[in-house]
């Protein structure tokens, strides 16, 4: 038996004026399952991804979240950002890191947990006048930002401000603040870029925890072909926008047209029609 | 002969202190309330980065409603008095914020995203249509309040015939900017709101992306500097006794170049510069001449972008890469 459904995309596409970014692809993520997303640069992964997250409206398509927290399934194409993580709870990571730099590590996991102390601080005059109920949601933040912390391996950097992270750290500090969302998909951009060996082998054991401890689906876009192949439970490959292959690692190695995408046929340099929108 | 001349420098001396001390109290009144307005500025410039040209005439609509509010609750001398106050004070910070709001809503909303100019010029129209709203409802005459609060302290220092003056009205002025000043740095740094302030200041989509309604703290970032600016035309219009529809101008002006002198974006720094900018108003009309103390306030500004263009806690600007 097949477990649940979390995330289904049907007939996605997005269309930039004349070009087509994501080109009817249709793919669907199980409940506690680490899916990848593979494909040379500009093949639409990152374009995905931010339809997937409201940064972008596709141009046709309909996504679908069924999460198990709510019994009616979200269509993330017509919420906003804010909203889908709020709500639907699907977040993401970029592959630029993008952290609040001039705020600690630890006040950058509390950012993620605004709307619980928002609700709290009740509009924040609570907050301001100490209420006992409002003290407490802060502390309970504080207990999760911190298990987040030592989770990632970022306790002694606590009270640092996160623009003067090193670069590993800053990576994993990205994902703990992803996590600190609560979310039931984690979408992670190139994670493991400009990772050294051992720090992208961490980095696959972080992800293979979120999935087993935590039972939170993730959804992966990564060019390390190793990490992928080893971390991964399902892979949909992507090529000039449309999907050309999927299936578990050994199906998807071994598929002719995968290979031909990354190695490159012979006819390939005069398609002349690979402007990237993504990289 | 030589010793009555000495007693007669001492007696300078002290009233030269006597006067200095005069006004630097006058100074530190009118400083707070020129920081009250800047705080107002420098929060909108630190989340949008966007100058809200318009933010005087808040003031100026604060000081208005606060003058109707006294004047609806009927406050006169002895009673209630400073529930009354209070409760003019409630109601006034309530209308003004729903001004902030609604100006945002309406002028700067639906330009964000496009230029950094559109909203500018936005805002610069919306400070002429403020003023003549007010002008068309409440007429162009200047309005007044007799004093409410009266009594104070009096300091004679040797036997000079000139009194040093620090009166309640200044006292609860200082008393209460202080106060609001506590409270909003206890707001930024530890409630969530502030947290969110400081997120959307930083990287807004990002804040977007972890749950934070970016539209929502930029509104609420309005509404407290104008509830900020209705404190300061309620203190102002305790304090002078006169206002008219062009109060807000002068005045927007003048706490602008506080928080400039401060550092935009700063919040201690936009006290700090309206402390500055009220001291030095005082003082310059006190040794120098009345008439030319706007001159001499605007002049610091020129200074001040000249050589000090990051103000005095301002963080020297890093492009981003």
Known sequence: ?279 | MNDESGRDSGRIRIRVMDYFAQQFINGVSLGAIYGLIAIGYTMVYGIIGMINFAHGEIYMIGAFIALMAVVAFGISEGGLVVLALLSALLVSMALTSLYGWVLERVAYRPLRGTQRLAALISAIGMSIALQNYVQLTQGARVKTLPPIIRGGFEFQFGNTEFIVRLSTLQILIVVVTLALMAIFALLIAKTALGRAQRACQQDQSMAALLGVNVDRTISLTFVMGAALASVAGLMVTLYYGVIDFFVGFIAGVKAFTAAVLGGIGSIPGAMLGGLLIGLTEAMWSGYFSIEYKDVATFSILVIVLIFLPTGILGTPEVEKV
Request: charged share 25%; hydrophobic share 40%; proline share 5%.
């Open chain 1, 1 to 279: 038996m097949n477990p649940p459904t979390l995330l289904s995309v049907e007939h996605l596409t997005m269309r930039f004026g004349g070009l087509i970014a994501v080109d009817d692809v249709s793919f669907s993520v199980e409940q506690g399952a680490i899916h990848a997303l593979i494909g040379p640069n500009g093949a639409g992964k990152t374009t995905v991804f931010n339809c997937l997250t409201g940064f972008y409206k596709p141009t046709v398509g309909r996504i679908t979240l069924h999460s198990p927290e709510s019994r009616t399934p979200f269509l993330l194409e017509q919420m906003d950002d804010y909203r889908i993580v709020r709500e639907a709870k699907v977040v993401r990571t970029f592959q630029n890191i993008r952290t609040f730099p001039k705020m600690s590590v630890l006040e950058n996991l509390m950012v993620a947990q605004h709307n619980h102390l928002m609700r709290a601080s009740g509009w924040t005059f609570l907050g301001l006048i100490g209420a006992p109920s409002f003290r407490h949601a802060e502390a309970e933040s504080v207990e999760r930002a911190e298990y987040w912390i030592g989770r990632t391996g970022l306790a002694e950097y606590a009270d640092t401000e996160a623009g003067a992270l090193p670069y590993g750290e800053q990576r994993r500090l990205e994902i703990a603040r992803a996590m600190c969302c609560d979310p039931v998909l984690l979408c992670l951009d190139e994670p493991a870029a400009g990772l050294n060996p051992s720090e992208t082998e961490e980095l696959s054991e972080l992800i293979g925890y979120i999935r087993d401890h935590h039972h939170i689906s993730v959804l992966l876009i990564e060019h390390d072909m190793s990490m992928v192949m080893g971390v991964s439970d399902h892979i949909v490959v992507l090529d000039y926008g449309q999907k050309i292959a999927e299936g578990a690692p050994e199906t998807v190695r071994n598929d002719p047209a995968v290979v031909q995408a990354y190695l490159g046929s012979d006819d390939e340099d005069e398609a002349g029609e690979s402007e990237d929108t993504t990289s």
